[in-house]
């Protein structure tokens, strides 16, 4: 089998931002090279046989993504897209430019080169091994529970082609968020719902039904491999592929004043457009709870949950990123309250 690689010159800030943006567009499985020590953390649970001295820290990184090519040289992204070398150099250039416009990228080159035989999407899954987020375990197939480990919930998933493992900022954000304000029996929306990580948490720890979103259909057997191996049962936990920003179906299909907890793990320029649309799905009293955004945009999220009428009750940070928890109120008309 061969696979091309697109091998990107960026800057370590840029890293998370311009792979979410390639992710959006098809391209997975990022390989990261750049030189920022790592942590204790890191080097027990993900880079054992990597040597940590990599020289000081220059700024700079490096991110490939391979991409399949068939017989017949085209290129195959994920959900089995079919395209080429130029569409896919076009695709990487426009996720650039959006990063640029915001945000320093450093060189922003692109390299291209062909290498054979290496299972790109799974080989990486080695360095993956069981972690804590306070007292839920999140532990993958080939690995056991220790017996310390067998008083806490335990959440099963491995790494796939569909974001969440638990083990970035981001998801962790909103996994504590959720806890706080999950109510027994509570109705959940997960937009962009990946491999289904938040609303499975949810309903482990209590919530009585989940509704999730998502653009790709690789979320479609990410969640349902994850469900099965979790033991939630399949009226519990729906899946609707589709973009809830633009799509009336989709919104429709979700329902109106239907949910206690909507999340949104999303890059900060797409909570903008999409808050005003979660928040008819909200019941009066109903929780948003956002992350996915890098330091310094959480204002932008703020603003846009605000103007939606939605009162913000939380900004939390964990490392670079942040998220955003707001509540729906109800709305007053002439000092009154309309029910």
């Known amino acids: 089998m061969k696979w091309m690689k697109f091998r990107i010159k960026t800057v370590v800030d840029a890293e ?4 979410s943006e390639l992710y959006d567009r098809g391209l997975e499985g990022a390989q990261i090279e750049d030189k920022v020590p790592l942590t204790a953390l890191e080097k027990e ?4 046989d990597i040597p940590p001295e990599s020289g000081e820290d220059d700024g700079v990184a490096y991110l490939s993504f391979f991409v399949e090519e068939r017989e017949d040289g085209t290129l195959c992204l994920s959900g089995e897209a079919q395209t ?21 990228i450093g060189e922003g080159s692109v390299t291209v080169s062909e290498t054979e035989d290496i299972d790109w999407i799974n080989n990486w899954k080695q360095y993956f091994h069981q972690f804590t987020i306070d007292d839920l375990l999140v532990i993958p197939s080939w690995e056991e529970v220790q017996e310390k ?3 806490k919930k335990i959440l099963h998933i491995d790494p796939g082609t569909a974001f969440g493992t638990g083990m970035h900022e981001t998801t962790q954000l909103c996994i504590r968020q959720i806890w706080k304000h999950l109510t027994p029996g509570a109705e959940l ?13 949810a309903l482990m720890y209590g919530a009585g039904h989940a509704l999730g979103t998502d653009l790709d259909p690789c979320a479609v057997e990410a ?9 939630i049962r399949t009226g519990d936990f729906e899946l609707l592929i589709g973009n809830i920003i633009t799509e009336k179906e989709i919104q429709d299909q979700a329902g109106a004043e239907k949910y206690d907890i909507v999340t949104a793990n999303i890059l900060a320029d ?3 457009p999409l808050t005003p649309v979660i928040v008819p799905c909200l019941k009066e009293g109903g929780i948003y709870i956002t992350s996915g955004i890098i330091e310094g945009k959480e204002g932008v999220v703020t603003e846009a949950c605000e103007a939606a009428g939605l009162m913000v009750l939380e900004v939390c940070a ?19 309250k309309r029910r």
């Open 270 to 272: 797409v909570l903008v």
């Open 149 to 151: 480990d067998r008083d």
């Open 318 to 336: 964990q490392g670079e990123w942040r998220s955003v928890t707001a509540r729906k109120v109800a709305a007053r008309i002439g000092g009154s």
């Open 189 to 201: 929306l997960d937009v962009g719902t990946g491999s289904g990580i938040l609303a499975i948490v």
């Open 45 to 48: 649970q993900m880079f054992v």
């Open 16 to 19: 998370d931002i311009i792979i």
């Open 84 to 104: 080429d070398r130029k569409s896919v150099l076009a695709l990487i250039d426009e996720a650039l430019a959006e990063v640029r416009s915001f945000m320093d």
């Open 223 to 231: 969640v349902a491999q994850n469900m099965e191996t979790n033991g």
